[in-house]
């Protein structure tokens, strides 16, 4: 079963616009990660927030966490053509499973 | 580090026919896991193993699919025999202590079509 879920599914943005994706999961959780995965390769991770923090930062990237609602929700700023790839969100379950979900395909459109 | 190795990163096969997989760990990382991914499914956690002993392979979706961990350094995931509808790409990851402050490192995954 799937803890998280993203959303939108698919979203393309002019390039130097900011990209916003949401995750949303069900149950509680030690830890969210956010990965990004290119085309044909494997996946790569970017930020982990802690149930105890709200909001973290990496460079153009902005994590926030809202435990109450069971959501995070993913910004990269000023986005570059790099940056087109698929976002996934992951949570680690009281099986100590780290679950996926289906993921967010970001296009930056030149 | 070279990061989590793979091999092969292609593999085409015949119905029926035996699939091993193989995967290199980071060295010092106590857990690994293998994921399948397709389109319908997403990523899916076949199995996980902590100082290769495994943990849960709940996920693992028939005994057609046997995994193992023989050493710290090497893990192969088995099909035997395989199915068309087993054709994905299969990742291997492995961490420190997933739960904690420590990401997963993937491989680039192996493709697999099974014709």
């Known amino acids: 079963s799937q803890q998280g879920e993203e959303d939108p599914q698919a979203l393309s943005i002019q390039e130097g616009e900011n990209a916003t994706m949401n995750c949303s999961y069900k149950?509680?959780?030690?830890?969210l990660q956010w990965y990004r995965q290119n085309s044909g390769r494997g996946l790569v991770h970017l930020i982990l927030i802690r149930s105890n923090e709200r909001e973290k930062h990496s460079g153009r990237l902005r994590v926030t966490l809202d435990t109450s609602k069971k959501s995070s929700s993913l910004l990269i700023t000023a986005s570059r053509a790099a940056d087109t790839a698929s976002y996934f969100c992951?949570?680690?379950?009281?099986?100590?499973?780290?679950?996926f979900g289906k993921g967010t395909r970001l296009h930056i459109l030149p | 580090d070279a990061g989590v190795i793979q091999s092969p990163r292609h593999e085409v096969t015949e119905m029926g026919q035996e699939v091993t997989l193989r995967c290199k760990p980071i060295?010092?990382?106590?857990?690994l896991f293998w994921y399948r991914q397709t389109m319908m499914r997403g990523l899916e956690l076949l199995i996980y193993?902590?100082?290769?002993?495994?943990?849960?392979d709940s996920g693992m979706p028939e005994d057609r699919f046997s995994a193992k961990m023989p050493n710290a350094s090497f893990s192969t995931l088995k099909i035997q025999p395989s199915e068309p509808r087993d054709s994905a790409v299969y990742f291997c990851?492995?961490?420190?202590?997933?739960?904690?402050?420590?990401?997963?490192?993937f491989g680039n995954g192996t493709r697999l079509t099974v014709t």
């Open positions: 992951a949570t680690m379950n009281r099986d100590d499973k780290i679950i």
């Open positions: 149950t509680s959780i030690n830890n």
């Open positions: 193993f902590n100082n290769n002993v495994p943990i849960d």
């Open positions: 060295s010092g990382h106590d857990y």
């Open positions: 990851a492995s961490s420190f202590e997933p739960n904690y402050n420590s990401p997963l490192h």
